[in-house]
């Protein structure tokens, strides 16, 4: 199984500042015959179901803010919040789809400081 | 709109079984991939899984091979999860997720609880 591992585990940025989420994949995630990205980023708040937040690595879903952007190829990838505004505070997580089972990295609490 | 509704989560003892349903509308079912995904308390999210659009394929995290079964009737556009042998460590919110034809999960239902606890 592909070991989707994210950093840090949490962290705290201010209103207006940008944040950062890492994510390493255990294997590469990049397909060579479409040269695409398997991966995935979700937007999880408390008492909702996840939101799908970028797919193919870089491309954001439909109506998602574009103060959110993907990036990576391979094994690593980041998440980066511009401008963050309250409404961000979430869970975010990488999922890889390359292969089954498709893992989830461990979550990243972001926060207001 | 788009719009997935679980059911069949409730309290069950260790070793018993149960049976989640999640209905679809709003788009044409029998088109799309589907998935379950779950959340243990105080865990992130855990892909549990996912089936082809007419049920030739179906995958599944280790942990519950043998013991759950994705399955789906089109005609009802239903996508199901048979869970078998319940242990503890499946109490989780479960959620049924679409997924995207270009990848990840683009459409989910709001979760039912299962709690395995004698």
């Known amino acids: 199984d592909i070991v989707m591992t994210q950093s840090p585990d949490s962290l705290a940025v201010s209103l207006g500042e940008r944040a950062t989420i890492n994510c390493k994949s255990s294997?590469?995630?990049?397909?060579?015959?479409?040269?695409?990205?398997?991966l995935a980023w979700y937007q999880h708040k408390p008492g909702q179901p996840p939101k799908l937040v970028t797919y193919w690595a870089s491309t954001r879903e439909s109506g998602v803010s574009d103060r959110f952007s993907g990036s990576g190829s391979g094994t690593d990838f980041t998440l980066t919040i511009n401008n963050l505004q309250a409404e961000d505070v979430a869970i975010y997580y990488c999922?890889?789809?390359?292969?089954?089972?498709?893992?989830f990295g461990q979550g990243t609490k972001l926060e207001i400081k | 709109e788009v719009q997935l509704v679980e059911s069949g989560g409730g309290l069950v003892q260790p070793g018993g079984s149960l049976r989640l349903s999640c209905v679809a509308s709003g788009f044409t079912f029998s088109t799309y991939w589907m998935t379950w995904v779950r959340q243990a308390p105080g865990k992130g999210l855990e892909w549990v899984a996912n089936?082809?659009?007419?049920?030739?394929?179906?995958y599944y995290v280790d942990s519950v091979k043998g013991r759950f079964t994705i399955s789906r009737d089109n005609a009802k556009n239903t996508l199901y999860l048979q869970m078998n042998s319940l242990r503890a460590e499946d109490t989780a919110i479960y959620y049924c997720?679409?997924?995207?034809?270009?990848?990840?999960?683009?459409?989910w239902g709001q979760g039912t609880l299962v709690t395995v606890s004698s």
């Open positions: 089936i082809q659009q007419f049920g030739s394929e179906e």
């Open positions: 997720a679409r997924e995207k034809g270009n990848g990840g999960n683009s459409h």
């Open positions: 999922q890889q789809y390359y292969s089954t089972p498709y893992t």
């Open positions: 294997q590469s995630v990049l397909y060579s015959s479409n040269n695409k990205n398997y």
